[in-house]
């Protein structure tokens, strides 16, 4: 019923900049906070950054200063704008958003399917 498809994620060198964009579709009322973690193995998903409906945003104290994250409501889409990487970055991001669908007042978490983003020295 809903899907969220992640995309930006590659390579790039340290220092450099790369944009994700997470866009949720299908029978979508109404979204709540949008999120984006991400993990690296023998690790567990750690929470990059969070924003509300109402544009409240939260960072991690490592992507502070940063990282930027905000959403375009309309198109039912997160970003998460990664500038100033660095190798430590390294990881699989996803998007994760908190969704009411159509016909029920129940919110549910719905996960994207990951992106790698890969820092080199």
């Known amino acids: 019923q809903v899907q969220l498809v992640e995309s930006g994620g590659g390579l790039v060198q340290a220092g450099g900049s790369l944009r994700l964009s997470c866009a949720a579709s299908g029978s979508i009322f109404s979204i709540d906070a949008m999120e984006w973690y991400r993990q690296t193995p023998g690790k567990q998903r750690e929470l990059v950054a969070r924003?509300?409906?109402?544009?409240?945003?939260i960072y991690v104290d490592s992507v502070k200063g940063r990282f930027t994250i905000s959403r375009d409501n309309a198109k039912n889409t997160v970003y998460l704008q990664m500038n100033s990487l660095k190798p430590e970055d390294t990881a699989v991001y996803y998007c994760?958003?908190?969704?009411?669908?159509?016909?029920?007042?129940?919110?549910?978490?719905?996960w994207g399917q990951g992106t790698q983003v890969t820092v080199s020295s």
């Open positions: 924003i509300t409906s109402g544009g409240i945003t």
């Open positions: 994760y958003a908190e969704i009411r669908i159509r016909g029920s007042y129940a919110l549910q978490g719905y």
